[in-house]
C-alpha cells in the first residue's frame, strides 16, 4: 500500500499541471466570460436589492419561487452572527484567507477522491458557489476550473461581505426556495432573528444537497450533519455548551402554512413608483393592502372574468381603497385564463375611456355653479360640431325624456343632458375641475376633448377615478391614495377641492335607487342591500366598462374589458362590472359595520313640483328633494304647460353669448352629395333650436331669401359650392325680428 500512494500523488500532481496548463492556453475565453460574470453581478445587485413587501399583517406578497433569483434581499447585517459563523465554517474555513479558489481544500478532495474512485467530497468555495449560481453550467472537470478563474476575478470587484450577503440572500434550498431567509419562513415560518441554534444549524446543512435533502420529510437524516458541525462549531468556542446541547435535542416546529398573497402589479407599481430612498430603507416594506381583503377580491373578478368568457371579456381589474386613511386596501388586476399574454400588464393603472363614470363630476361642478338637484336639463335630440362634420348625441336606451331634473339626469346616467351641462360649465373649466381631483391621464386640451368628455372622451385610470371617487366619500376632501404604510409613506395634509355640501348632494343622487329607474328599472343590481352611491359607464362601443360605488368608509372601482382594446359583445358597467362591485361590498359588509354615506351639514330637505322642479302649486305633484342655502327654488310654479321655460338649456351657455345660434348647419360643416341619389332628391336641414321660440323664419342664403317657415326646420336642396346662411326670426307678437350668426358651410 505505502507503494501505490506515491503514483497516485504523482498523478494529482499532473493532472493538476495539465488542466492548469490547459486552462492557461484557454484563458483568452475565460477572460471573456469574466466581463458578463461581473456584469450579471452588477446587474442582479440592481435588480434583486429590493425589499420584502408585506401586507399590513407581516404576510408576503407575491413571491414567485419560478423566478431566477430571491427578489427580497435582506443586507448582511440582518443575518445572525451564528449563521454568518456556520455557513463560513461548513461551506468555506478559509474564506476571508484566500482569493476566491481555495488551493489547498481543493488539492486536498481531489486526492480523496482519487483515492475513492468517486466524488466524495467538494472543494467549492463560497464565492465559486457565487459564479455557479451566476453562471449555470454542466458538472464538469472543465467548468470547475473555469469557476475557479471567474471566482478570483469576482473577489477582485466585490468585497467578501458583498459575495457573502449575496450568498446569503440567493443561495438554493429546496423546493424552489432561495435564501436563508426565504427558507426559515418556509420551514419554520420564522424570521432570521427569532431561530434558534438548532434551527440556523439546520439550515445551514440542508444546502448541502438540497435536491435530495427534505427537512420537513426525514428531519433525522440531517441529525449527524447537524451534529458534527455543532461539535465543531463548539471545539471552536462559538458555540455555548447549552447551545451545543439544545442544537442535538428537541423537534423541529415546523410552519403549518406559508402563506403567501397573490398581488404581483400592486408589488411591482411600488417597485416603479415608491422612491429609491424609501425603498433602501429596510429588508421589509409594510404596505397598506389587507391580504385577506385581496384574495377575496382577486377570487371574485377571477370568478366573473370566467363567467363572461363567451362574452369576449378577457381583463379585468378592481381597487378598493380607505376613505378615512387614503389606504389602498385591496390591488386586483387579472386575465381570464389561456386568453393572451396580456396578464402582466396593470389593468388598475393603464387609462381607459371611461364613458360616464366621470358625469358625476361634471353635475358636481354645476352644483357649484349654482345648479341644483332640480334644475331642469333638456333631454332631447342634440347635434354638435366635430371638426368639419355633424355628430348626433344620443341616450344609450335611444329613448328622450324631455326636461328631467338633474337629480334624474345623473342618475339615469343620460347623455344629452350631460353634454347641455358641460356647454354650461364650459369644457375647460371641467377639465381643470378633474385635474384637481387627481385625474391627470387627461394632458390634451379643452379644444381636443370637447364637449365628448363629458361622455367620457379621453383617458383615465381606475386608480385615478377610485381616488377622485373617494373626494365624494370625503365630502369634498381630496387625499393621494397611499400604497406603503405610515412609517414609509406618512400621510398627506387632505385639501379641499369640492364645497361639501355639493359632494354631499351627488353622494345622495348616487345613493338614491329611484333617482335612476328610467334607465336602470325599480329592481336592479345597483340597488345594493347597504345604502351605497354607485356610478357605472361604458366606452364606445362596449370596450370599456366601469362600476365604482362607494360608502362612508370605503371606495371601489371595477373595470372590465380587453386590454387589446377589442370590444366586447355587448358587455356594460352594468351588466359586467356592477356584478363584481356587488360581490366586492358583500364581502367588505360581512365582518365589518360599512356606514352609509353622510351628509354634509346645511343641507335642506324641500317640497317642489314633480314637473317642473320649482315651488309647487296646490295642484302640483310633489317630489322632496335636497338642496344647499344657494340652489333651492324661489319661484312658483306657474304652470305645467309652460314649463319648458324653466328648462336650463333654454339658455345659451359655454360662452356663447345670448345671440340664439343655427343648431344646422354649423359654421364649416361639410356636406358630400351622394351619387347614388338623383341630386334632386337630397336636402340638408337648416334648423335653429328650441331656445329661439320662433313663430315666423326667414332663412337667408347667400344673402337672398331661400325660404319662410312657421317652424324651426326648412329643407333646402342641395347645391355644390361654399355657402353662406342665417335665419332672421319672430317670437310670438315680437315686431322686430332677431338674427342668427351667419355660418358657412361646404356642399361637395
Given at each position: 500500500?505505502p507503494?501505490?500512494?506515491?503514483?497516485?500523488?504523482?498523478?494529482?500532481?499532473?493532472?493538476?499541471?495539465v488542466?492548469?496548463?490547459?486552462?492557461?492556453?484557454?484563458?483568452w475565453?475565460?477572460?471573456?466570460d469574466?466581463?458578463?460574470?461581473?456584469?450579471?453581478?452588477?446587474?442582479?445587485d440592481?435588480?434583486?436589492?429590493k425589499?420584502?413587501?408585506?401586507d399590513?399583517?407581516?404576510?408576503?406578497?407575491?413571491?414567485?419561487?419560478?423566478?431566477r433569483?430571491?427578489?427580497?434581499?435582506?443586507?448582511?447585517?440582518?443575518?445572525?452572527?451564528?449563521?454568518?459563523?456556520?455557513?463560513?465554517?461548513?461551506e468555506?474555513?478559509?474564506?476571508?484567507?484566500?482569493?476566491?479558489v481555495?488551493?489547498?481544500?481543493?488539492?486536498?478532495?481531489l486526492?480523496?477522491?482519487?483515492?475513492?474512485?468517486?466524488?466524495v467530497?467538494?472543494?467549492?468555495?463560497?464565492?465559486e458557489?457565487?459564479?455557479?449560481?451566476l453562471?449555470p453550467?454542466?458538472?464538469?472537470?472543465?467548468?470547475?476550473?473555469?469557476?475557479?478563474?471567474e471566482?478570483?476575478?469576482?473577489?477582485?470587484?466585490?468585497?467578501?461581505s458583498?459575495?457573502?450577503?449575496?450568498?446569503?440572500?440567493?443561495?438554493?434550498?429546496?423546493h424552489?426556495?432561495?435564501?436563508?431567509?426565504?427558507?426559515?419562513?418556509?420551514?419554520?415560518?420564522?424570521?432570521l432573528?427569532?431561530?434558534?441554534?438548532?434551527?440556523?444549524?439546520?439550515?445551514?446543512?440542508?444546502?448541502?444537497?438540497p435536491?435530495?435533502?427534505?427537512?420537513?420529510r426525514?428531519?433525522?437524516a440531517?441529525?449527524?450533519?447537524?451534529?458534527?458541525l455543532?461539535?465543531?462549531?463548539?471545539?471552536?468556542?462559538?458555540?455555548?455548551?447549552d447551545?451545543?446541547?439544545?442544537?442535538?435535542?428537541g423537534?423541529f416546529?415546523?410552519?403549518?402554512?406559508?402563506?403567501?398573497?397573490e398581488?404581483?402589479?400592486?408589488?411591482?407599481?411600488?417597485?416603479?413608483?415608491?422612491?429609491?430612498?424609501?425603498?433602501?430603507?429596510?429588508?421589509?416594506?409594510?404596505?397598506?393592502?389587507?391580504?385577506?381583503?385581496?384574495e377575496?377580491?382577486s377570487?371574485?373578478l377571477?370568478?366573473?372574468?370566467?363567467?363572461?368568457?363567451?362574452?369576449?371579456?378577457r381583463n379585468?381589474?378592481v381597487?378598493?381603497?380607505?376613505n378615512?386613511?387614503g389606504?389602498?386596501?385591496?390591488?386586483?388586476?387579472?386575465s381570464l385564463?389561456?386568453?393572451?399574454?396580456?396578464?402582466w400588464?396593470d389593468?388598475v393603472?393603464?387609462?381607459r375611456?371611461?364613458?360616464?363614470?366621470?358625469?358625476?363630476?361634471?353635475?358636481?361642478?354645476?352644483?357649484?355653479m349654482?345648479?341644483?338637484p332640480?334644475?331642469?336639463?333638456?333631454?332631447?335630440?342634440?347635434?354638435?360640431?366635430?371638426?368639419?362634420?355633424?355628430?348626433?348625441?344620443?341616450?344609450?336606451?335611444?329613448?328622450?325624456?324631455?326636461?328631467?331634473?338633474l337629480?334624474?339626469?345623473?342618475?339615469?346616467?343620460?347623455?344629452?343632458?350631460?353634454?347641455?351641462?358641460?356647454?354650461?360649465?364650459?369644457?375647460?373649466r371641467?377639465?381643470?375641475?378633474?385635474?384637481?381631483?387627481?385625474?391627470?391621464?387627461?394632458?390634451?386640451?379643452?379644444?381636443?376633448?370637447?364637449?365628448g368628455?363629458?361622455?367620457?372622451?379621453?383617458?383615465?385610470s381606475?386608480?385615478?377615478?377610485?381616488?377622485?371617487?373617494?373626494?365624494?366619500?370625503?365630502?369634498?376632501?381630496f387625499?393621494?391614495?397611499?400604497?406603503?404604510s405610515?412609517?414609509?409613506?406618512?400621510?398627506?395634509?387632505?385639501?379641499?377641492?369640492?364645497?361639501?355640501?355639493?359632494?354631499?348632494l351627488i353622494?345622495?343622487?348616487?345613493?338614491?335607487?329611484?333617482?335612476?329607474?328610467l334607465?336602470?328599472?325599480?329592481?336592479?343590481?345597483?340597488?345594493?342591500?347597504?345604502?351605497?352611491?354607485?356610478?357605472t359607464?361604458t366606452s364606445t362601443?362596449?370596450k370599456?366598462c366601469?362600476?365604482?360605488?362607494y360608502?362612508d368608509?370605503?371606495t371601489?372601482?371595477?373595470w372590465?374589458?380587453?386590454?387589446?382594446?377589442?370590444?366586447?359583445?355587448?358587455?356594460?358597467?352594468?351588466?359586467g362590472?356592477?356584478?363584481v362591485?356587488?360581490?366586492?361590498?358583500a364581502?367588505l359588509?360581512?365582518?365589518?359595520?360599512?356606514?352609509?354615506p353622510?351628509?354634509?351639514?346645511?343641507?335642506?330637505?324641500?317640497?317642489?313640483?314633480?314637473?317642473?322642479?320649482?315651488?309647487?302649486?296646490?295642484?302640483?305633484?310633489r317630489?322632496?328633494?335636497?338642496?344647499?342655502?344657494?340652489?333651492?327654488?324661489?319661484?312658483?310654479?306657474?304652470?305645467?304647460?309652460?314649463?319648458?321655460k324653466?328648462?336650463?338649456?333654454?339658455?345659451p351657455g359655454?360662452?356663447?353669448?345670448?345671440?340664439?345660434?343655427?343648431?344646422?348647419?354649423?359654421?364649416?360643416?361639410?356636406?358630400?352629395?351622394?351619387?347614388?341619389?338623383?341630386?334632386?332628391?337630397?336636402?340638408?336641414?337648416?334648423?335653429?333650436?328650441?331656445?329661439?321660440?320662433?313663430?315666423?323664419?326667414e332663412?337667408?342664403?347667400?344673402g337672398?331669401?331661400?325660404?319662410r317657415?312657421?317652424?324651426?326646420?326648412?329643407l333646402?336642396?342641395l347645391?355644390r359650392?361654399?355657402?353662406?346662411?342665417k335665419?332672421?326670426?319672430w317670437?310670438g307678437?315680437?315686431?322686430?325680428?332677431a338674427?342668427t350668426?351667419?355660418?358657412?358651410?361646404?356642399?361637395?
Amino acid at each position: 500500500m505505502p507503494r501505490m500512494k506515491l503514483p497516485l500523488s504523482r498523478f494529482s500532481i499532473v493532472c493538476l499541471f495539465v488542466l492548469g496548463s490547459f486552462s492557461a492556453g484557454l484563458s483568452w475565453k475565460t477572460l471573456r466570460d469574466l466581463r458578463p460574470l461581473t456584469a450579471s453581478l452588477d446587474v442582479g445587485d440592481s435588480e434583486i436589492r429590493k425589499p420584502c413587501v408585506v401586507d399590513r399583517y407581516g404576510n408576503f406578497l407575491s413571491v414567485t419561487h419560478q423566478n431566477r433569483w430571491n427578489t427580497f434581499n435582506k443586507p448582511l447585517h440582518d443575518f445572525p452572527d451564528l449563521l454568518h459563523t456556520s455557513f463560513i465554517e461548513s461551506e468555506d474555513r478559509r474564506f476571508y484567507i484566500h482569493g476566491g479558489v481555495d488551493w489547498f481544500a481543493r488539492l486536498h478532495a481531489l486526492v480523496q477522491n482519487i483515492r475513492a474512485m468517486r466524488a466524495v467530497r467538494g472543494a467549492s468555495t463560497i464565492s465559486e458557489q457565487v459564479v455557479r449560481m451566476l453562471h449555470p453550467r454542466p458538472r464538469t472537470v472543465w467548468s470547475r476550473w473555469l469557476e475557479g478563474f471567474e471566482a478570483a476575478n469576482l473577489e477582485k470587484q466585490f468585497s467578501k461581505s458583498e459575495i457573502l450577503e449575496f450568498y446569503l440572500n440567493q443561495v438554493p434550498y429546496g423546493h424552489q426556495r432561495r435564501g436563508v431567509a426565504e427558507a426559515a419562513k418556509f420551514y419554520f415560518d420564522r424570521d432570521l432573528d427569532t431561530l434558534s441554534p438548532r434551527e440556523i444549524l439546520a439550515l445551514v446543512v440542508l444546502v448541502r444537497a438540497p435536491s435530495s435533502l427534505d427537512l420537513r420529510r426525514a428531519p433525522k437524516a440531517l441529525e449527524r450533519s447537524i451534529a458534527r458541525l455543532a461539535a465543531h462549531l463548539r471545539d471552536r468556542g462559538t458555540l455555548s455548551s447549552d447551545e451545543y446541547n439544545a442544537a442535538l435535542s428537541g423537534r423541529f416546529e415546523f410552519a403549518r402554512s406559508n402563506r403567501v398573497i397573490e398581488a404581483t402589479h400592486f408589488v411591482q407599481n411600488i417597485f416603479k413608483t415608491v422612491p429609491p430612498e424609501i425603498l433602501g430603507q429596510s429588508g421589509t416594506l409594510t404596505s397598506t393592502l389587507d391580504g385577506d381583503i385581496q384574495e377575496k377580491v382577486s377570487h371574485i373578478l377571477d370568478s366573473r372574468l370566467e363567467n363572461l368568457r363567451g362574452s369576449d371579456v378577457r381583463n379585468g381589474a378592481v381597487l378598493v381603497a380607505d376613505n378615512s386613511t387614503g389606504e389602498v386596501l385591496a390591488w386586483a388586476s387579472g386575465s381570464l385564463s389561456g386568453a393572451d399574454s396580456s396578464g402582466w400588464m396593470d389593468a388598475v393603472i393603464i387609462p381607459r375611456q371611461p364613458g360616464s363614470s366621470l358625469k358625476p363630476f361634471l353635475y358636481a361642478l354645476a352644483i357649484e355653479m349654482g345648479w341644483g338637484p332640480a334644475t331642469l336639463i333638456d333631454d332631447s335630440p342634440l347635434a354638435q360640431p366635430v371638426r368639419s362634420g355633424l355628430h348626433s348625441f344620443h341616450n344609450y336606451s335611444r329613448t328622450h325624456y324631455g326636461p328631467l331634473r338633474l337629480r334624474e339626469a345623473l342618475g339615469n346616467s343620460l347623455n344629452t343632458p350631460a353634454v347641455r351641462t358641460i356647454q354650461f360649465t364650459g369644457t375647460g373649466r371641467f377639465l381643470e375641475w378633474l385635474h384637481l381631483l387627481g385625474i391627470r391621464s387627461l394632458t390634451q386640451s379643452a379644444d381636443f376633448y370637447g364637449q365628448g368628455l363629458a361622455l367620457g372622451d379621453g383617458e383615465v385610470s381606475l386608480f385615478e377615478l377610485v381616488q377622485a371617487y373617494s373626494v365624494l366619500a370625503r365630502r369634498g376632501e381630496f387625499r393621494k391614495l397611499r400604497v406603503l404604510s405610515e412609517a414609509y409613506e406618512p400621510p398627506g395634509e387632505p385639501r379641499t377641492v369640492m364645497d361639501q355640501k355639493s359632494a354631499a348632494l351627488i353622494t345622495d343622487i348616487l345613493s338614491d335607487p329611484q333617482s335612476r329607474r328610467l334607465e336602470f328599472g325599480e329592481g336592479h343590481l345597483l340597488r345594493f342591500p347597504v345604502q351605497t352611491a354607485v356610478k357605472t359607464g361604458t366606452s364606445t362601443d362596449h370596450k370599456d366598462c366601469w362600476a365604482v360605488g362607494y360608502t362612508d368608509r370605503l371606495t371601489v372601482g371595477v373595470w372590465m374589458g380587453n386590454l387589446d382594446r377589442r370590444p366586447t359583445r355587448g358587455i356594460t358597467g352594468a351588466i359586467g362590472p356592477a356584478l363584481v362591485l356587488r360581490s366586492v361590498f358583500a364581502e367588505l359588509n360581512r365582518y365589518a359595520d360599512s356606514p352609509v354615506p353622510q351628509s354634509a351639514g346645511g343641507l335642506k330637505k324641500l317640497e317642489v313640483c314633480a314637473v317642473s322642479g320649482l315651488l309647487p302649486k296646490s295642484d302640483c305633484p310633489r317630489i322632496t328633494e335636497v338642496f344647499n342655502d344657494q340652489n333651492a327654488p324661489a319661484d312658483v310654479c306657474a304652470g305645467h304647460g309652460a314649463y319648458l321655460k324653466a328648462a336650463v338649456l333654454n339658455k345659451p351657455g359655454d360662452g356663447n353669448g345670448d345671440a340664439v345660434r343655427l343648431l344646422q348647419p354649423v359654421d364649416g360643416l361639410q356636406v358630400v352629395i351622394d351619387p347614388r341619389i338623383p341630386l334632386q332628391s337630397q336636402a340638408l336641414a337648416f334648423k335653429l333650436p328650441k331656445a329661439a321660440a320662433a313663430s315666423k323664419v326667414e332663412w337667408i342664403l347667400d344673402g337672398e331669401m331661400a325660404g319662410r317657415t312657421s317652424g324651426r326646420k326648412f329643407l333646402w336642396s342641395l347645391s355644390r359650392g361654399t355657402h353662406f346662411v342665417k335665419a332672421r326670426f319672430w317670437r310670438g307678437a315680437d315686431e322686430q325680428p332677431a338674427e342668427t350668426p351667419e355660418v358657412s358651410f361646404t356642399v361637395k
